[in-house]
């Protein structure tokens, strides 16, 4: 038996450990006022994903710890996306309104359009629990939903890895928060453990990455989005 002290402050790392790794990564955007490198779609990812977890916790209560990483997380995430939104790539979509997603998903120029999708989501969220918030197979659904979308956490960071061939933006310190929250989550429920073994292999990925790609600033060249964008913004002004 652990001590009652170390319980509990293993309690308290679990439940502000993994919201405060983004405090470097939103430092370290802040300080060269670019947000290029980091993707954008972790923020979306980790909002929706814990948005879905707090009413996961209303039809099962999970460890409180958990409840309260939730809440962190979620302001935590709000903060960066405001950091991304402002220090946002000149060659980004959300700057030149060229994007390939319906309705711009999650590549809109304003902050305000996030806050407001994310006000949408969880109005729909809440009317769906009020509806079917008593059947356990809901519940259940609820949370393998929240944490299988967790789980695909590392892969726009991936992707975005791979594009720039360089990890240039992307702080270290997130990658061990991710490795470190997966590690504590294989002492939860089932959904938790399934859904951390996954995300530890893409984590994996990561870390292959870093080997092989480095944290070189990326070629001048531009990628091959980039200098279609380019294209496109060049015929605009024409």
């Known amino acids: 038996m652990f001590p009652a002290w170390l319980s509990i402050l293993a309690s308290v790392g679990m439940a502000v450990g993994p919201p405060l790794v983004y405090a470097d990564q939103a430092y370290s ?3 060269k006022k670019d ?4 993707s954008r779609d972790v923020c979306a990812i980790l909002l929706l994903a814990n948005i879905t977890r707090c009413f996961f916790w209303l039809g099962r209560h999970f460890e409180y710890a958990l409840l309260i990483q939730s809440f962190l997380m979620i302001m935590a995430q709000l903060a960066l996306l405001y950091i991304c939104t402002k220090y946002n790539s000149r060659l980004s979509p959300e700057n030149l309104g060229v994007s390939t997603r319906p309705l711009s998903f999650w590549q809109w120029p304003t902050y305000t359009q996030y806050l407001e999708f994310l006000a949408g989501f969880i109005l729909c969220q809440a009317i769906l629990f009020l509806i079917f918030g008593r059947s356990t197979l809901y519940v259940s659904i609820l949370g393998f939903v929240a944490l299988g979308l967790e789980s695909t956490l590392p892969i726009p960071q991936v992707i975005s890895n791979y594009k720039q061939k360089s990890l240039y933006g992307f702080r270290m310190s997130t990658l061990i928060g991710w490795v470190g929250g997966d590690a504590f989550k294989r002492l939860s429920p ?3 453990k399934v859904c951390a073994i996954f995300q530890l292999s893409i984590d994996c990925v990561i870390i292959v990455q870093r080997l092989y790609y480095g944290n070189a600033p990326p070629n ?3 990628l091959p989005e980039e200098d279609d964008i380019e294209q496109a913004l060049a015929l605009d002004e024409e």
């Open 29 to 31: 955007i802040v300080r």
């Open 35 to 38: 947000a290029s490198g980091f």
């Open 190 to 192: 089932l959904q938790f």
């Open 220 to 222: 001048a060249t531009l």
